[in-house]
């Protein structure tokens, strides 16, 4: 395993060729924790759910797991009764050769929506993933999950607790534009840190409010987004609960590993060449403010501007405009990193300045309504020729 | 006057060249009603709202209009009260030149948006313009309002009124990809039949809601789209209002001009190679049934599947599990033309037929939720590379 990443005690990781979509390819991996652990999840509010997403709703209810099984190249979505099947037998497979409750496997899916699972691939391979368990590592499961992404995304977090050092890793895919459509999101998050299932659960849909969701967004994704997050305890530590003293300190760390986990999402976009950081304030509520940010963020013409380093602030205006959130044309203040392009609702004429600075590969962009105290951070990257390439082809 | 464009009796047109962005383009051109007319408007839901738009929608009030002028190349947005001013002047020289009240004269801008309107190059042409009425034609005022249009766009109806021939022209221009973002869309409508100012409301807002609304959509829309519709009566029928026989015949010949309109816009979307009809069946209600239409109409994964001929219906089920709309997956039936690919939720296996048929220049795509009876139809077009490179450098 490379030194710079750290997992947490009592998990362990193993991969395995099935050839779902391409041969010679690790697509098939394993997520495994020694003793039962707590776990907690949230999932697509698509209402076409994919056939593991749904088999993980119901399982989730226990609060309990043991394993994570993933497969890529194959989304098992629109699959019907077989895709339920399917998931269903995966799960079972796992958990018999793990000699572990079947109701503690997960399956999580990702890839092509619509095409059945190629059980006859997968079944033969179950065993070599088993046999394999400890022989990969954490990169090795977040690369065996790529899709279309151009990089593994792994993020871990050392915290003090209760005088003991827990670790909380995350890994994820993402590409895609995210939003306003969507590739798959799958975030597997661990911990050794012991934390009570509700504490946990509270912890996990705070940090997704703040990371995924607002790079996408709720009731606009995936058939198949799923994050699942495991806690064992192995630490040792006193079960943090919401009253404990350490809750805000898991939770503040919590936030960073997903915070930073969107943020790799976002620059692995597909064809993306920029990172843009969209920051609205002074809107009227957080809710206000987080719905003008995704405005701006989802506007293919905003989006293209920045791709060709054109301060086009009248394009941001109108995002604004149509966003159906409160705002006063004449008090929008907008600026590109410190550079201030528009004033009152007006242009400042520094374009020239603007347009420079456009060039950089992490963007800044912050709009300032001027009508209230409220403010969210969205990101987004930009739009380009390779985005169409890659999409109009994906399936080829 | 080209032989195969017709136009209503009493409505003379000029053009002029005002340099506003380009040399040696007409930019600058207005519409003379040669009596006053009844007139009526529907105008951007922006916020934002360009000065003229905010100028028309306050003498759209009165019921009555003479005049139109409308210049491409400055959209006249975000300029502030500068902007209102200049709106006004302009309006104010026009009426001045025509001997008319100011009230009746009507202003339309498109193009950059953040630019103080170029009051010194538009004055002196004011003049030009008036001299030049009547030795333009209906044409020349539609190519002088296109930005990023390829062709203008016209379109004309013949309608027996009470034993006589009334005609229906309309002239618009459109491009950019219109949803989810915007270009602006400006449609000038004049006939020669005399219908009641609140008939003549009714029927705009009838055809608006049936055709440019279902290629763009409410809140959604540019800071100038602007629809204006004189009809001066000099046909000399018996006044139609909403009780007359022949009120049904006005509404839809209406509604004819206004969605083959919507049809040439689509068809000269930015960098689009196909024209889409997407149409949802089995509805629980209109309403959700263009909801779900435009989740798919708007989704850049499917626009881009389209366009790489790739008949992905998964990206089609996600985006109508995405668009909040009731579905039940396991009833969505979906055709490309009459190649049906989905059957009850899932794949019918037919890509490869499906595929050659979307090599078309004009595809309808089917999507039956069988969940009710309600439809609705909605237009768009794929996207392209030339997109991303036509508005990457829009401004310069």
Redesign the interface.
């Known amino acids: 395993m490379s030194r710079s990443v750290i997992v947490p005690k009592g998990f362990s990781f193993a991969t395995a060729e099935a050839a779902i979509k391409y041969p010679r390819r690790k697509d098939l991996a394993l997520i495994f924790s020694e003793i039962d652990a707590n776990m907690v999840g949230t999932f697509t509010?698509?209402?076409?759910?994919a056939a593991p997403v749904r088999l993980d709703m119901k399982r989730i209810k226990s609060g309990m797991g043991r394993a994570i099984v993933v497969n890529s190249g194959n989304?098992n979505?629109?699959?019907?009764k077989q895709g339920m099947l399917d998931a269903a037998e995966t799960a079972e497979l796992v958990a018999h050769a793990l000699k572990i409750k079947p109701s503690l496997a997960y399956v999580c899916s990702t890839g092509?929506?619509?095409?059945p699972m190629p059980m006859e691939k997968i079944r033969p391979k179950i065993r070599d993933l088993i046999s394999n368990l400890g022989k990969s590592n954490i990169q090795d499961v977040a690369k065996a999950m790529m899709t279309t992404d151009t990089f593994p995304k792994i993020v871990h977090q050392k915290l003090r607790i209760d005088e003991k050092t827990g670790i909380i890793t995350g890994i994820c895919k993402g590409a895609?534009?995210i939003w306003?459509?969507?590739a798959t999101m799958l975030c597997f998050l661990m911990t050794d840190i012991a934390v009570e299932q509700k504490a946990l659960d509270k912890t996990l849909k705070d940090a997704v409010k703040q990371s995924f969701n607002r790079i996408s967004v709720d009731?606009?994704?995936?058939?198949n987004d799923t994050v699942l997050f495991m806690a064992n305890g192995i630490l040792g530590n006193p079960l943090i609960t919401e009253n404990s003293e350490s809750y805000n300190i898991f939770k503040m760390a919590l936030r960073e590993v997903t915070f930073n986990l969107s943020k790799l999402i976002v620059k692995d976009g597909e064809g993306a060449t920029k990172f843009i950081e969209i920051e609205i304030k002074g809107a009227g509520s957080e809710e206000e403010a987080e719905r003008a940010a995704f405005s701006v963020a989802?506007?293919?013409?905003?989006k293209?501007?920045i791709?060709?380093n054109?301060p086009?602030?009248?394009?941001i205006?109108?995002?604004?405009?149509?966003s159906?959130v409160?705002?006063k044309?004449?008090k929008v203040d907008i600026y590109f990193g410190k550079i201030q392009i528009?004033k009152?609702?007006?242009?400042t004429g520094r374009d020239e300045k603007a347009s420079e600075m456009l060039k950089r590969k992490e963007l800044k962009l912050t709009i300032d309504l001027n009508l209230g105290r409220s403010s969210a951070k969205v990101l987004t990257c930009d739009?380009?020729?390779k985005?169409?390439?890659e999409?109009?082809?994906?399936?080829?």
């Open positions: 509010t698509n209402r076409v759910k989304a979505a629109c699959t019907g092509v929506i619509g095409i895609g534009m306003p459509n969507m009731g606009d994704r995936s058939t989802n506007s293919n013409l905003v293209t501007a791709y060709g054109d086009n602030w009248g394009r205006m109108a995002a604004l405009g149509y159906g409160k705002i044309e004449e528009v009152k609702g007006t242009g739009l380009t020729e985005y169409i390439k999409n109009k082809a994906y399936r080829t």
